[in-house]
């Protein structure tokens, strides 16, 4: 019996927001008031699995970075 979860998930509609946006992982961690690393932003985009907490960090360091208003269904298909 394999309960395994799938981590790999493909390239994430993040990534091309942040492409839309002219963005690079460094802006997305400098407009973050939480504590946040780079390799976060590229695991979101390249598609693993990010922890709901994380997701939520991402979220709003996004909204942040463009004063826009992305929801999670906007930048994860997972």
């Known amino acids: 019996m394999n309960n395994s979860i799938e981590r790999d998930l493909g ?3 993040i990534a091309r927001i942040m492409i839309a946006d002219g963005l690079s992982p460094h802006d997305i961690v400098a407009a973050s008031t939480k504590q946040m690393t780079h ?4 695991r979101a985009a390249k598609g693993r699995r990010l922890t709901p907490p994380v997701q939520l960090k991402i979220l ?11 929801s999670l269904r906007d930048l994860f298909n997972y």
Request: proline share 6%; aromatic share 6%.
């Open 39 to 42: 390799k976060m932003i590229s």
């Open 11 to 13: 390239e994430q509609p």
């Open 60 to 70: 709003n360091a996004l909204n942040k970075a463009t004063g826009k208003n992305y």
